[in-house]
């Protein structure tokens, strides 16, 4: 068990970079910049240990009870 | 309706102050109305008036998932200010603080509002700079601005640490003498209680369960006291926007997070203005009844747990140790937390949507309390007209799209670069 004063929050998992190297509309850059579905209850999202080992983690966490269900690496789905 | 006076106050004490009318009804929704408010706050109680008072439309429901005044309209710090930088959040702020000023007469009602003050301490010459230029774009519109030098801090809050060996020492400071606090609970029961004599219908413990959409546009609103029939509805309801924006296919430029504020137990008059930390994230001033209230940072990460957790309330009250030190010798009385709604360039949205009839007032972050009347004002304007009002212009939904950020402090969701 890990003191959470180590981690770094990084937000929404789920969402993804426009791919390069192909047209991009802005309503897609506006998705992945600003819109956020910021759901209540379970709720995957990164985490960077950044006072530890610094490596970033994907986190299954309730948004209204902090219930964490299940932790993957960065690159791993979740 | 009653007027509340010294007359009425002295006749209902010969009755024992038994015979006072009922502040405002307890509804029950009707089938059909003109125009729903969804969330009974404080932008939300104030839209409803300000529909009835300035553009004549009172067949309205106000409908609230609890009771009123129960979100984060009971939650803030109380604290009112338009010491923006930026026109359009300079100007919006500055037209609430002159309804701000007339509030308790508008409503019949004693809102306290008190304007202390506000002083934002700087901790660097750097810092002094930056002020300075807020403080001269406050006065080009208008806005009172006074940029004090450290003796002249000193002055006004002797209690905050002077001394040279500080991690941040005291440089000076950027005041707005107009700005102050009010009686938050006050605040919603006065635009409570003026809407329901104009025939709005305030209706609690009615949570939104769905919404009817045909066409592109709005029809109805389903809830847990039966279906509405409605063609405008109004959302106000910050803290849950994001869970009414999915049940309508919406995925909106705003994230929920938690905002915890504490208070200590109640002193003699310490502190009669209201003062923020410019090193960090912090802000104190002291309630009528004399309890410190403090707040600061948001915990970091979504939340709706409406509770906070200890590492942020930590790291908040040891920024106030270090700029007050005699906190530290007062006890904490109660801590408690809002889930806010925070847009991503950290200011509001005030807006019409793609869908016909649906009207979207939300993204308030850290300071939704002080902005209630002139959100109310312009969110009844955008309703009631069918266009924003040139006050609200700027809070558009579609200037994440376009690139027109209102980025007065580059405070969005992300405090952890802040």
């Known amino acids: ?78 | 309706m009653q007027k509340y006076s010294i007359f009425n106050l002295i006749k209902n004490a010969f009755s024992g102050h038994q015979k006072w009318d009922l502040a405002w009804k307890d509804a029950t929704p009707k089938k059909e109305y003109d125009v729903v408010i969804i969330g009974g706050g404080g932008h939300g109680l104030a839209t409803a008036y300000y529909l009835a008072k300035e553009h004549n439309i009172t067949n309205v429901a106000i409908i609230e998932k609890g009771w009123l005044g129960g979100g984060n309209m009971g939650r803030n710090t109380t604290i009112i200010r338009s010491n923006y930088m930026h026109d359009d959040n300079a100007l919006f702020s500055e037209f609430g603080m002159d309804l701000w000023r007339k509030m308790s007469q508008d409503l019949n009602y004693n809102v306290m509002f008190s304007p202390r003050g506000i002083i934002n301490l700087a901790h660097s010459d750097a810092q002094m700079n930056v002020f300075a230029r807020r403080g001269n774009s406050m006065r080009l519109n208008g806005i009172d601005a006074v940029l004090l030098n450290r003796e002249e801090v000193k002055e006004i809050i002797p209690m905050a640490d002077f001394s040279d060996n500080v991690r941040f020492p005291i440089f000076g400071g950027l005041m707005q003498p107009s700005a102050g606090t009010a009686r938050h609970d006050a605040v919603a029961w006065g635009y409570a209680r003026q809407a329901d004599s104009m025939g709005v219908d305030i209706i609690q413990n009615c949570e939104v369960t769905g919404f009817d959409v045909v066409g592109g546009k709005i029809q109805g609103v389903r809830t847990s006291r039966g279906d509405i029939k409605v063609k405008k509805i109004g959302l106000c309801v910050a803290g849950s926007t994001n869970i009414l924006a999915e049940k309508l296919n919406m995925t909106i430029p705003v994230e929920t997070h938690l905002l915890q504020a504490c208070v200590t137990e109640p002193v003699k008059p310490v502190l009669d203005s209201v003062v923020t930390f410019g090193a960090g994230h912090f802000y104190i001033s002291q309630s009528d009844k004399g309890e410190m209230v403090m707040g600061g940072d948001l915990d970091g990460y979504n939340s709706y747990a409406q509770r906070g957790n200890l590492p942020t309330l930590q790291h908040v009250l040891t920024e106030g140790i270090a700029m007050m030190p005699f906190l530290s010798k007062l006890k904490m009385l109660r801590t408690w937390g809002g889930i806010m709604d925070m847009s991503m360039d950290g200011s509001p949205i005030i807006d019409k949507t793609h869908i016909e009839g649906l009207y979207l007032n939300c993204g308030w972050c850290y300071g939704g309390f002080k902005a209630t009347p002139a959100s109310g004002w312009t969110f009844a304007h955008t309703i009631a007209q069918d266009r924003v009002h040139k006050l609200n212009e700027g809070y558009s939904l579609s200037r994440f799209n376009t690139g027109h950020l209102l980025d007065e402090k580059g405070l969005g969701t992300k405090t952890w670069i802040s």
């Open chain 1, 1 to 78: 068990m890990r003191s959470q004063n180590e981690f770094s929050y990084g937000g929404d998992a789920t969402v993804k970079r426009p791919e390069l190297n192909k047209e991009v509309s802005d309503k897609d850059w506006d998705n992945f910049v600003y819109n956020r579905k910021s759901l209540r209850g379970k709720h995957k999202e990164l985490w960077q240990h950044i006072s530890g080992c610094r490596q970033w983690i994907k986190v299954e966490r309730d948004t209204a009870t902090h219930e964490i269900f299940k932790t993957v690496k960065a690159h791993e789905d979740i």
